[in-house]
């Protein structure tokens, strides 16, 4: 079946480091890829996401790139702020199954 | 901004007990899921539900459990007869087509004891 996986964190930083969190898939067909963002004590929130292969998603500072050649959607930001420390999870969506399947979150804290 | 309104946030529950959590999806939105997050664990998929009717669900999703669009506004999750390892978060969401958009709400945390 489907499957997403997410490099494994906590991951930390310091504020203005570079970020990039590793997202895979395993999926039959042209699945559609997201990026959700989970801060402290609040739900799910759609960062980003692309529809297609090459496609870049962009939002808030973060981009991901769609790649189906290494089918991966990783997610970078050039300089991140404590504001950014949160849960990320990589999902990906298929029309036949009508469902988002999630990566195992990665969490990020962003130290000043 | 539109958003999908779960109540309660949270829910304490004793074993045995039948629970029913609530979420009211954005007004023209057609499909509807439910998915659960245990503690420190991934988002899993519990069932989607489109047309009155479910249209997908997970191998989580057995005689425990059931949806209902009671009125057409509200989209709510039955849990029959708790037991402790369905303590968890239960967020809803909902999209206007399939799930390229979906929008999802805080999520109702649900403590069996």
């Known amino acids: 079946g489907d499957s997403v996986t997410q490099m494994e964190g906590p991951v930390t930083l310091s504020e203005e480091a570079f970020l990039t969190i590793n997202c895979t898939y395993t999926a039959t067909g042209y699945p559609s890829l997201f990026w959700y963002v989970q801060y402290p004590g609040e739900g799910l929130q759609l960062l980003l996401k692309a529809t297609k292969a090459d496609d870049k998603g962009s939002n808030k500072g973060f981009e991901a790139t769609y790649r189906k050649e290494t089918t991966s959607f990783h997610l970078e930001k050039g300089s991140v702020q404590v504001s950014d420390s949160a849960v990320y999870f990589c999902a990906l969506y298929k029309a036949a199954g009508n469902k988002l399947t999630f990566g195992g979150g990665t969490r990020v804290l962003v130290k000043p | 901004e539109p958003e999908v309104t779960q109540t309660p946030s949270h829910q304490v529950t004793q074993m045995g007990q039948e629970v029913i959590l609530r979420c009211v999806p954005i007004?023209?939105?057609?499909?509807f899921y439910w998915y659960r997050q245990i503690l420190g664990q991934k988002v899993e998929f519990l069932v989607s539900f489109y047309n009155n009717e479910i249209s997908e669900k997970s191998e989580i999703f057995d005689d425990q459990f059931s949806v209902e669009r009671p009125d057409g506004s509200n989209f709510t999750l039955k849990i029959r007869s708790t037991k402790l390892e369905d303590s968890a978060m239960y967020f809803c969401?909902?999209?206007?087509?399939?799930?390229?958009?979906?929008?999802f709400g805080q999520g109702t945390r649900l403590t069996v004891v």
């Open positions: 969401a909902s999209s206007g087509g399939g799930l390229t958009e979906a929008f």
């Open positions: 007004s023209n939105h057609l499909y």
